[in-house]
């Protein structure tokens, strides 16, 4: 009996052990996650639910902060200026971070954008209102190439995914349809839905977000997604077309590299748990794991894609 006792004594200790190590936070001090782009949109919702997770399940406070400007480049321009302590990481975007350079008046260049990790990316869209006159993509060429430069897509800021995603449809469909650039995903839903412009060229999620609301003409997936299952790919459309937004988090570049591995270490805890994985895939998201030893690997091979899409579409000589 006694050494019964002595055994459930040792296995509730190692228990509780387990348990307090388990809700031990990252850091003893709350992380700002700053969101460059407005509420709503896919960088946010995201940003809430790893809140949320970080809170739960390891004691971790981290506070979602919104700064919405130029497109993400009001913040970008000063990643490097925030507390280098750990306490401070910053929402980034591909191809955003590789295109807005080239605009004069930037702040910032590609290489100040100390990314480390990246978790995530959600597949273009073609949408339209619900109540647009375009049931279906072919419906929407056919109108725009009868009359080229009428009709307008919104989409997340300029030189960004949203922006190469309608300049290639453009040039894959042989058509001219205007971008309109919003502040953000969450900026635009209201024109979209009003039909303020005649469609948007958007992500996967907020398709799925607002199904009922919006009609989703094609989407660049690999496979027709299960929420959707009446939207054909932009493959089946005869469009050589899989792409979409990458999303991460970066850190002042003074940042000392063990903190870095440290938060990428983290932020991959956040993207592996399985409850949010399962939520975000069905929203729309795809999942990918790329911590910050990987950054170097993953942005030499993202970045001539950008550059080519900018070239493409004359942003580029």
Known sequence: MFLSNVKNWILMAVLLASNLAMAQPFLDKQIQYIIPFPAAGESDIVARMQSDIAMKKFNQSMIVINRAGAGGALVWSQLNTYPADGTNIIGVNI??????????????????????????????????????????????????????????????????????????????????VEYVPFKGTGDLITSLIGMHVSGAMGYLPLAIQ??????????????????????PTFKELGLNWVDGAYRGVAMPKATPKLIQQKMSDFIGKLNADVEAKKKLEDLGFVLVDVPVDKIP?????????????????????
Do not use: C, W
């Open 210 to 231: 607002q199904k009922g609301k919006v009609r989703t003409l094609a989407i660049a997936t690999e496979k027709r997604h299960p929420a959707l299952p009446d939207v």
């Open 95 to 176: 191809p955003h971070i590789i295109l807005q350079p080239l605009q004069e008046g930037i702040q910032y260049k590609t290489d100040d954008i100390n990314a480390i990790y990246f978790y995530h990316y959600t597949p273009d869209a073609l949408m339209v209102s619900a109540d647009s006159p375009f049931k279906t993509y072919q419906e929407f060429i056919a109108a725009a190439k009868k009359d080229p430069g009428k009709l307008t897509l919104a989409g997340s800021s300029q030189y960004s995914a949203n922006h190469m995603a309608t300049e290639r449809l453009n040039r894959l469909a042989g058509v001219k």
């Open 297 to 317: 690997a993953f942005m030499k091979e993202k970045t001539p894609i950008a550059l080519e899409d900018a070239k493409s579409a004359g942003l580029l000589k």
